[in-house]
């Protein structure tokens, strides 16, 4: 399979590039994907083009498991970003239905998404449709350029827009700084096309998917995806397996959203890092487990006096052998905790 491809540049930095993928220009040949390129071609704001597109052959496509059919996933690596894994730290699925196809979550680079897309027309012709963004974190929403410009409409949490206005800006100089500034080179935050307040449905032909937008949890900007015809729901970072939970909206918040997705009648759960699929309800102990140890210890501190800066050190400590990435992200978890908690 042939694509069809341009390198585009930074405007003023000429030599900060990056070859880009053009949606949907495909042959089986060079020549019948050269017979589909475009006859002029305009780069987005700030980018500008070193040659007019061409066709190359295509590299693999991102790994996807097939969970139910037609309902797949990938296990992004358990790992902070950086230029050796090229940002694939979270997972990434997609649903496909008799019409269309929905993508969830849109991974954190541009170059992440094209590798979604790769693995989506290695299976289907269909047209992708939706991207589903579970929340607001760069590694499951800086990819969504790609997809707006596939003709995909985005949908997100009703808070979600404010929210990637209010970090963009921070999270690709912190991208730029980890991955390298060409990497991060079509990489941003695109406005919702749908907004969910509370829940929505989407239908890809003969197949429903069930939205539902969470109050404050692990962020202000949850929403889980549930496939109806398989059982399945995506739970974006609600749940977490493997990679140590991360705390960036209200521990209590996140602790009776996780006691509502346990009382669901699910098949299985992909959960927004590690997995890729969790048996249900029994694959939400280990969190529940943390989350649990975090309150309790948390409370036990600011009940005996301590210093949030002390206590930091030590709450959730019994963890710490049981979680990847626990010294990244645990005493952020802590102070969220103690911050919370102390007014109880």
């Known amino acids: 399979m042939f694509e069809a491809v341009v390198t585009l540049c930074l405007a003023g930095a000429p030599d900060i590039c990056r070859e880009t993928l053009l949606p949907d220009i495909v042959g089986v040949d060079a020549a019948s994907c050269e017979a589909r390129l475009p006859g002029t071609y305009a ?16 590299p693999p496509p991102l790994a996807f498991t097939e969970l139910a059919p037609g309902l797949y996933a990938h296990r992004g690596m358990v790992a902070e970003p950086d230029e050796a894994n090229g ?6 699925g997609f649903v496909v239905g008799s019409d269309a196809v ?14 979604v ?29 790609f997809f707006a410009e596939a003709g995909a409409e985005v ?23 980890s991955l390298g500034a060409g990497a991060v080179i079509g990489s941003g935050a695109v406005a919702a096309d ?36 398989s059982g399945t729901l995506f739970a974006g970072d609600l749940v977490f397996d493997d990679h140590v939970p991360a705390l960036d909206g209200s521990l209590r918040g996140w602790q009776d959203a996780l006691d509502a997705l346990t009382g ?5 759960i992909v959960p927004g890092h590690g997995g890729p699929r969790l048996d249900w309800p029994a694959g939400a102990e280990p969190m529940r487990r943390y989350l649990d140890t975090l309150a309790r210890d948390t409370k036990a501190a600011i009940a005996e006096g301590d210093r949030m800066a002390d206590a930091v050190e030590r709450i959730a400590a019994s963890e710490a052998d049981d979680w990847t990435l626990f010294d990244a992200y645990n005493a952020r978890n802590a102070t969220v905790a103690f911050t919370e908690l102390e007014w109880e």
């Open 43 to 58: 780069p987005p704001a700030g980018l500008v083009a070193t040659s007019p597109p061409a066709c190359r052959e295509a």
């Open 87 to 92: 940002g694939d730290v979270a997972n990434i």
């Open 102 to 115: 929905a993508v969830i979550d849109a991974g954190t680079t541009r170059g992440v998404a094209e590798g």
């Open 117 to 145: 897309w790769r693995a989506i027309r290695a299976r289907t012709d269909l047209p992708v449709r939706y991207l589903i963004l579970t929340h607001v974190h760069p590694d499951h929403t800086l990819g969504a350029p």
């Open 155 to 177: 949908i997100g949490h009703a808070a979600l827009d404010r929210a990637l206005a209010d970090r963009q800006a921070n999270y690709l100089e912190s991208l730029e700084a």
């Open 194 to 229: 749908i907004a969910v307040a509370s829940t929505e449905t989407v239908n890809l032909g003969n197949r429903v998917l069930e939205l539902r937008a969470w109050p404050m949890a692990h962020s202000g900007t949850d929403v889980t995806v549930l496939d109806r015809e």
């Open 264 to 268: 669901m009648a699910l098949t299985a």
